[in-house]
């Protein structure tokens, strides 16, 4: 049981190019979402989806996209990358809402230059 | 959205208990007190959480005060593998009844002495 999977780990992004960040999931959970976490602070939320073809804005979505055609999957589009994006992304599923825990991934490392 | 208070840092021994404090004063009866950590460069990991009564695991004790209003992670036996960002979390629906985010703070950054 994989959980839930990142790619890539590690990338460097010149100002003004795009990219997607990959999340997959394998356990059939139904929410699903993303957070940027800068150096020595806590997550924030980018965006959140309840489930396939319901997506929506978390705290600090401006700059991303993101679309959610399949349950196990959840990508990030960062449209005309930007330093202010160079962060750790975070990717996590639950099965419910409050009463149950989160799953994370491994992270993302964005650099951009 | 309800916010926690935490102590930014402690320090504490291998192989005695560790108490991480958590004060949230207004939460609200249907906010679940959830606890995770981060261990360096990796993606949280969930540790426990609970409603209103006290929760074991085989992580972790979780002590919630009668009237809510704080918590308690328990730790009974740290090793230096528990050396970690411990973030207290309430998990709570957003206000247009869809799903929540787990919003999260700084957290305390558990440091374990050999």
């Known amino acids: 049981n994989a959980g839930v999977t990142q790619t890539p780990k590690f990338r460097i992004l010149k100002i003004g190019q795009s990219m997607t960040l990959q999340c997959t999931q394998d356990m059939n959970h139904n929410y699903m979402y993303w957070y940027r976490q800068d150096p020595g602070m806590g997550l924030k939320l980018i965006y959140y989806?309840?489930?396939?073809?319901?997506?929506d804005k978390g705290e600090v979505p401006n700059g991303y996209n993101v679309s959610r055609s399949t349950t196990e999957d959840f990508p990030l589009r960062l449209e005309l990358a930007a330093p202010s994006q160079t962060s750790v992304y975070f990717c996590?599923?639950?099965?419910?809402?409050?009463?149950?825990?989160?799953?994370f991934g491994q992270g993302t490392r964005l650099t951009v230059v | 959205d309800a916010k926690t208070t935490q102590p930014n840092s402690m320090e504490s021994n291998e192989e005695e208990p560790v108490h991480l404090p958590c004060n949230h004063s207004t939460i609200s009866g249907t906010d679940y007190i959830h606890w995770y950590r981060q261990l360096p460069s990796q993606g949280p990991e969930y540790v426990i959480h609970?409603?209103?009564s006290n929760v074991n695991n085989r992580m972790a004790s979780l002590a919630i005060a009668e009237d809510r209003k704080s918590s308690t992670l328990i730790l009974h036996r740290a090793t230096l593998r528990d050396a970690a960002v411990y973030y207290c979390?309430?998990?709570?629906?957003?206000?247009?009844?869809?799903?929540?985010?787990?919003?999260f703070g700084k957290g305390t950054h558990l440091i374990i002495q050999p």
């Open positions: 609970g409603l209103t």
């Open positions: 989806s309840v489930g396939a073809g319901i997506t």
């Open positions: 979390i309430l998990r709570t629906r957003d206000s247009g009844g869809g799903a929540d985010g787990l919003t």
């Open positions: 996590a599923s639950s099965y419910s809402t409050a009463a149950t825990e989160a799953f």
